[in-house]
């Protein structure tokens, strides 16, 4: 049976040109572009070309670009430099809905003396930008927000918070690995100091982050080593995925208006087609500010991991916010954070779509998913099919 | 993606006896939906007073219904003495084994079954004096007591996976390991089953930790003028100072946990948590 594949927010696949570009690196060009001579030396130029096609991505110059490990990697290098051109600082900004390479890092944090706001969202995921403005002070060290949240799509107004920042001399780090690729992005017309994504989430391999930062601000390497990236991440180049993610990137920048046209269409009609078909269902986030390839959907009064794992028996791959999908016992901190009652949250499924997806995929999963979610609801106690309780209730959350 | 077992997977897909039974003989309703799982069990006796009929509806999980759906096919047939004698683990052994995590599923299935036949009997739902203990997931002393003493738990992390205890804001742990110690040294182990870690003595605990803080920390921490204390241990919780060159590098410092803490519960107990002391 064809996979499925609507779990693009996760992983995407490899683009065939993008594989194509890299083989060779894996091959006979597998010299080390830092050597004197020119079998290595032509690796470099390579690198060089990649660099400007990723630049080109968010308008930003080849030398503003450093090559890392994962997006990971470059949250934690930004915010940790961050950190160390400002020793007399000790505040930082940051929201309750952030992936963990921000969240978990600014956590830990707190534990070594640095205060972190964690800016609450209403209940559709938006930012409040007063009180985002009224946080910001004197002992502010560095804002990281996220430019679109992973699991709703809802997208947060950087730039203009990147410009309050920048009002007040303060640095501005954005976590864009969902946005880049998805919707426009351009460094020139911002005030954004750095900004990470990665590579898989944009049809590059998995192990190849980005890590901008703006011409002129003060940075500390987090890995100390070699000169590479003129000193600022030392370490042996990953020359094939660097070649392949220039390539994803050409292919990212032509592709951005079909995700905000076909892909954005895919997205609708699923998530139309489901709420119209499926009762005391409700899409989680803000439906206008949101990228285009995502829907997260809550099925109220059953849980998200029998819905995939049925899914699955008809290889269709999403992903859930409940508790016991996440590991933790608890669903989703960006739906708690959100106010997504328990009834709700639990029965959460995220469905993120990509250039690769077909109408017909749609219509399959459009097809399918009902059956799926009456069976669970048959074997919820929740579950009153004579009194079916319509929209959401104002269930205290915890 | 959880590794279940194959029986685990066929339960999910096809679970058995799904619904409710009017006029049950014994009615229980366990867990809430705020915990993520909840599970609505009914059974009925035939006339030589055995289950001749149990089912059950869950909320929850592929491995709750799975649980669920095993518990009302493990007690047909039985007299409400035998029933009483099924525990969690026995739902967990004809399911194949669950994942540690998912433990808690079977825990719900007994406890429903549990307050079932009460409640066919006459008794009330719980006993008095029970004390909640995780105010997140509304379990009580008595509750963690039993999941303790029949899986021969040691740790906070195993009490979590067996009853959700302790999961949310993890302020209840030190009453957790509270009645972890208060089990552990009353009851003996039984018979030939080795319990799965050798408990430590507090003496023995602290012990340890100073020798393992003496090996393997301070060496690599004097290396860039820094050094470490050990302040205090409470439960879980070990209570370091930071010295020298780290005490005032923050950067340093955030590597410091995650040396220390990785040492210590490789060499010490793997539940334990590496805390600074307030300054």
């Known amino acids: ?398 | 993606m959880w590794e279940y077992t194959d029986k685990v997977k066929e339960h999910f897909i096809n679970p058995r006896n799904v619904g409710e039974i009017e006029n049950p003989d014994g009615v229980a309703e366990v867990g809430s939906i705020a915990c993520g799982d909840a599970l609505k069990f009914t059974f009925k006796l035939d006339e030589n007073k055995r289950i001749k009929e149990a089912k059950f509806k869950t909320f929850g999980c592929a491995s709750a219904i799975a649980s669920a759906s095993a518990l009302t096919e493990l007690v047909k047939g039985m007299t409400l003495e035998e029933a009483i004698k099924v525990t969690n683990k026995d739902i967990a052994d004809y399911l194949g084994g669950l994942p540690e995590e998912k433990m808690h599923c079977s825990v719900l299935g007994q406890q429903a079954l549990e307050q079932a036949i009460a409640n066919c009997q006459g008794a009330p739902a719980k006993e008095p004096g029970e004390q909640i203990v995780c105010e997140c997931f509304g379990v009580t002393d008595r509750e963690i007591e039993k999941a303790v003493r029949e899986n021969h738990l040691t740790t906070v992390e195993e009490v979590t996976n067996y009853t959700k205890a302790g999961g949310g804001c993890t302020n209840c742990h030190e009453k957790i390991q509270a009645i972890i110690d208060r089990v552990n040294i009353t009851s003996e182990p039984e018979g030939l089953k080795e319990p799965k870690q050798k408990k430590l003595t507090n003496i023995q605990k602290i012990r340890m930790i100073e020798e393992t803080i003496e090996r393997e920390i301070r060496p690599s921490l004097k290396q860039d003028g820094g050094d470490v204390d050990l302040i205090d241990v409470i439960g879980n919780r070990v209570i370091v100072a930071t010295r020298g060159a780290c005490a005032t590098c923050k950067a340093s410092q955030f590597t410091l946990k995650g040396l220390i803490e990785q040492k210590l519960r490789e060499f010490v107990s793997p539940g334990l948590i590496v805390e600074e002391e307030p300054k």
């Open chain 1, 1 to 398: 049976m064809k996979t499925i594949y609507l779990d693009n927010n996760a992983t995407t696949q490899v683009a065939p040109e993008v594989l194509e570009t890299m083989l060779p690196y894996f091959s006979e060009l597998y010299g080390n572009p830092s050597s004197m001579h020119s079998f290595g030396g032509q690796v470099s130029k390579t690198i060089q070309h990649a660099r400007e096609n990723v630049a080109s991505l968010i308008g930003a110059d080849p030398e503003e670009i450093i090559f890392t490990s994962c997006g990971t990697e470059s949250d934690n290098t930004a915010i940790m430099s961050a950190l160390s051109v400002a020793p007399d600082k000790s505040h930082i900004i940051t929201s309750r809905v952030e992936h963990p390479a921000v969240k978990v890092l600014c956590e830990h944090l707190t534990q070594r003396g640095y205060r972190v706001t964690e800016l609450p969202v209403d209940r559709d995921g938006r930012l409040d930008m007063e009180l985002f403005e009224n946080s910001l002070s004197r002992d502010t060290a560095v804002v990281s927000l996220m430019w679109a949240n992973n699991e709703t799509g809802v997208i947060f107004p950087v730039e203009r918070a990147a410009q309050l920042a920048h009002e007040r001399g303060i640095l501005f780090h954005t976590d864009a690995v969902q946005a880049v690729g998805k919707i426009p992005i351009n460094m020139r017309a911002n005030n954004i100091d750095m900004l990470s994504f990665s590579g898989h989430k944009l049809h590059a391999p998995k192990g190849i982050g980005v890590l901008y930062i703006r011409k002129g601000t003060r940075f500390l390497p987090f890995m100390l080593g070699g000169h590479q990236e003129k000193g600022r991440r030392g370490g042996t180049e990953n020359t094939a995925s660097i070649a392949g993610l220039g390539k994803a990137c050409q292919l990212a920048a032509r592709n951005v208006e079909t995700e905000n046209t076909r892909v954005k269409y895919l997205r609708d009609k699923l998530e139309d087609e489901l709420l119209k078909s499926i009762p005391n269902s409700k899409v989680n986030g803000d439906r206008t500010n949101r990228l285009p390839n995502t829907t997260n959907i809550s099925f109220e009064f059953i849980e998200g991991e029998g819905i995939l794992l049925l899914m699955d028996q008809f290889n269709i791959c999403a992903s859930s916010g409940s508790a016991c999908t996440s590991g933790s016992l608890q669903p989703s901190h960006v739906l708690r954070a959100m106010g997504v009652p328990f009834t709700m949250a639990h029965g959460s499924v995220r469905f993120s779509l990509s250039v690769f997806n077909t109408e017909d995929e749609i219509d399959f999963v459009i097809n399918k998913l009902p059956p799926i979610i009456a069976r669970l609801r048959e074997m919820s106690p929740y579950w009153k099919t004579e009194s079916p309780v319509c929209g959401i209730r104002d269930t205290a959350t915890q």
